[in-house]
């Protein structure tokens, strides 16, 4: 598909839809474009950061050729490799790639369409979650390279929005009418990773934080599915969301850096938004996630405005990888320089936070086994890295807190 011009439209929380403007791709170029409709820009908001409100054509900023908020509506390697392995064009040309994702799964509130008039693309409907465990030999033969046209039928709509390289299938929850992600086990996997993940999930609910709610479908000792509530959704209507990567559009020699992610969020939603990101930086170290990229964080639009989107895909890493800096682009982070730097919050707030999470995580991969069915070796492997690549001792005496609250 070579698609040069979709009509964008926006789904409220009540799940109004109302057109926002028009998208253009200019083959001489290679960039798009987009102008607001004449009403919604008097009457609307900016759709992401880099889309100010204005009746101009305006262009990615930066000399980018895509604007970071379409890129968020796109899939990621995972649903890209779907889609080239179906009865679609293997690479999308212009804004064909937009055109090609299911309009049910797609993230956020941005719908497109050929015409104002027009449905959005692409229909579809998506598999109940109770057949979850049912498509993993599908999920499996796909990543084998063998899957058959009937399971890729079964699997693309599911897997043509999906971001990320993870295996990984959007499906409806026939008991709340909503949608959810499922989480399957890559065939690169060394560990049970997706328990792994669940447990962390779990660390950061009980720390206080906002999470993903997530459950965990066993499939044997080793493997499990893992089941997260898709966040961008209310009732009918959706939710507006942008990544961080777009919000802080990191570049050059400073890269992306906690540092970075606060002062996007600050901007973009204020001091709420910013404890998210310590939390979400004192959660990363706690538990050894270095998987913690700008387009792992993210922001969601209500009627109210901007806000931090919950944490999610947080995943412990048993080796010994770097993570995101809190600032900087060196590779060293700690609880220590968590607390010392200013976040323009007070101190108090970063010190509680901080030692919360740290509590809650340090006895998380002692219950794991029994709370999460995670094999033992695994567990101990987790602990025995996150020990060693923490200071928990800076905010905790054992496990109990070094500062009275």
């Known amino acids: 598909m070579s698609s040069t011009q979709l009509e964008v439209s926006w789904t409220g929380a009540d799940g109004s839809l109302t057109h926002v403007g028009t998208l253009s791709f200019d083959t001489d170029t290679g960039r798009q474009r987009f102008a607001y409709a004449s009403d919604w820009a008097e009457r609307g908001f900016p759709i992401g950061v880099g889309l100010p409100l204005s009746t101009d054509p305006l262009t990615p900023p930066d ?83 063998d899957i058959d046209r009937a399971g890729r039928r079964r699997i693309l709509p599911g897997a043509s929005s999906q971001g990320g390289a993870r295996p990984k299938l959007a499906l409806r929850d026939d008991r709340t009418g909503g949608l959810v992600m499922a989480k399957y086990p890559s065939a690169d996997d060394v560990y049970d990773l997706l328990t792994c993940e669940a447990v962390a999930l779990e660390v950061a609910r009980d720390a206080g934080l906002d999470a993903c709610s997530s459950r965990l479908l066993r499939v044997d000792t080793r493997r499990g599915i893992l089941v997260v509530d898709r966040f961008d959704r ?36 204020g001091p709420r938004a910013v404890r998210a990101v310590v939390a979400r930086a004192a959660l990363s170290m706690c538990l050894h996630d270095v998987d913690d990229h700008p387009w792992n964080m993210g922001f969601l639009r209500d009627a109210d405005g901007w806000r931090s989107a919950p944490m999610f895909d947080v995943v412990p890493c048993p080796d010994e990888q770097s993570g995101t800096p809190l600032e900087g682009t060196g590779s060293e982070r700690s609880l220590e320089q968590l607390l010392d730097l200013d976040w323009g919050l007070p101190r108090s707030e970063v010190l509680g936070v901080t030692t919360r999470v740290a509590r809650v995580a340090r006895g998380a991969w002692e219950r ?12 101990r492997m987790c602990e025995r890295i996150i020990e060693s690549t923490c200071d928990f001792d800076t905010v905790l005496d054992g496990r109990e807190p070094r500062y009275a609250s």
């Open 63 to 145: 000399g980018a050729p895509t604007f970071g908020v379409f890129d968020d509506a796109c899939p990621g390697l995972w649903g890209r490799a779907v889609l080239a392995s179906g009865n679609r064009e293997e690479n999308p040309s212009g804004l064909g790639l937009l055109a090609a994702v299911a309009d049910f799964s797609r993230q956020g509130s941005l719908r497109f369409s050929k015409s104002i008039d027009s449905a959005p693309l692409a229909p579809g409907e998506p598999a109940p979650v109770t057949q979850a465990v049912a498509l993993l030999p599908d999920i499996e033969a796909f990543q084998r390279g």
């Open 234 to 269: 209310h009732g009918r209507g959706r939710l507006g969301y942008q990544s961080m990567h777009t919000a802080a559009r990191p570049r050059g020699d400073e890269g992306f850096s906690y540092r970075v992610a606060a002062e996007a969020a600050q901007a973009l939603a």
């Open 368 to 379: 794991a086994p029994k709370d999460f069915g995670l094999d033992p070796q695994d567990a």
